[in-house]
Nanobody, 126 residues
Framework: VQLQASGGGSVQAGGSLRLSCAVS????????VGWFRRAPGKEREFVVAITTGGTRYYAGSVSGRIAILRSNAENTVYLQMNSLKPEETAVYYC?????????????????????WGQGTQVTVSS
């Protein structure tokens, strides 16, 4: 299974970006996909996940400003981010979990994911 993250770039505060995570080797509906980010000098943190059943889990800091979308036809998951803040400057990673979990907490933990993309840089300027 391979994941290819793309769509990062530079944007001013309040702007929007859409990241893509193209999955190969598994159908997109057979894996849970999560997005994580790592800001400079900080630990990796959970952003959002979509389960195989389509349930979405959001980090509290992004709820209401982002959306995760899944395209079965394109085997791709999209992360639409709006009203971006400078503190959200980070490398964004997508990850896929081949195992099924039954609670929100599992989807927020990086170690629960089996496959990782290479990351895409998002820079938000003030």
């Amino acid at each position: 299974v391979q994941l290819q993250a793309s769509g990062g770039g530079s944007v001013q505060a309040g702007g929007s970006l859409r990241l893509s995570c193209a999955v190969s080797g598994r159908t997109i509906g057979s894996v849970a996909v999560g997005w994580f980010r790592r800001a400079p000098g900080k630990e990796r943190e959970f952003v959002v996940a979509i389960t195989t059943g389509g349930t979405r889990y959001y980090a509290g800091s992004v709820s209401g400003r982002i959306a995760i979308l899944r395209s079965n036809a394109e085997n791709t998951v999209y992360l639409q981010m709006n009203s971006l803040k400078p503190e959200e400057t980070a490398v964004y990673y997508c990850a896929a979990a081949g195992r099924r979990y039954s609670n929100r907490n599992s989807f927020t933990q990086a170690q629960k994911y089996d496959y990782w993309g290479q990351g895409t840089q998002v820079t938000v300027s003030s």
